[in-house]
């Protein structure tokens, strides 16, 4: 860890900061319209449906299992973000120590559940769903999902290795050095 000049027990609030952020980005991939694109925009799909020209008729990605999956999947992750926004508070203001690797592991596995899903929609989208007419690109709120759960995943790394470090970010330990003289 390193303290870049700025003190700890405010730097120590970016993190509850930066999983708010990653709540924001779950919600927008969440309720966003445009998961896949053609490159004509005659079809798009969502986590949720897919319409056909322009949005005229949509049809439910739920009827497949790999559909109710994926967003089971990602609610999970999602559930367990908002559980561990609220427990940050919790770990930040009292010194609780184990709590902060607590929420680190259940942060890695909220970011389980949203690869495992993300992995998951695209793959069985392109089998069961695409037709090889057009081209389909994955548009901005799958990259949101991505992008949430990239935050995560440094948020767990962060919780995780923070307890390791209070100390000698707090000015509690004697600086160790790493040469001794004989």
């Known amino acids: 860890m390193f303290k870049c000049g700025i003190a700890y027990p405010r730097c120590k609030w970016i993190l509850p900061l930066l999983l708010l952020f990653a709540i ?6 969440l309720s ?3 998961w896949v694109e053609t490159e004509s925009g005659n ?3 969502s986590l949720w449906e897919k319409c056909m020209g322009g949005g005229k008729s949509c049809s439910s990605i739920m009827g497949y299992a790999w559909g109710r999956a994926t967003a089971a999947l990602l609610l999970i992750g999602f559930i367990i973000l908002v559980i561990c926004f609220i427990l940050s508070f919790v770990a930040l203001c009292s010194p609780v120590m184990p709590l ?3 929420i680190g592991a259940l942060l890695l596995l909220s970011v389980i559940c949203q690869v495992i899903a993300l992995v998951i ?3 069985r989208f392109t089998l069961d769903l695409a037709t090889s007419i057009e081209s389909y690109l994955y548009s901005w709120t799958y990259g949101f999902g991505w992008g949430a759960t990239i935050i995560i995943f440094g948020c ?3 919780f995780c290795c923070l307890p390791n470090y209070e100390d ?3 000015g509690n330990v004697k600086t160790k050095y790493f040469y001794t003289s004989p």
């Open 24 to 29: 924001v980005f779950d919600i927008i991939a």
């Open 32 to 34: 966003g319209k445009g």
């Open 43 to 45: 079809e798009f799909a």
């Open 100 to 102: 902060m690797r607590i």
């Open 121 to 123: 929609y695209p793959s």
């Open 156 to 158: 767990a790394v962060f």
């Open 168 to 170: 000698e970010l707090m």
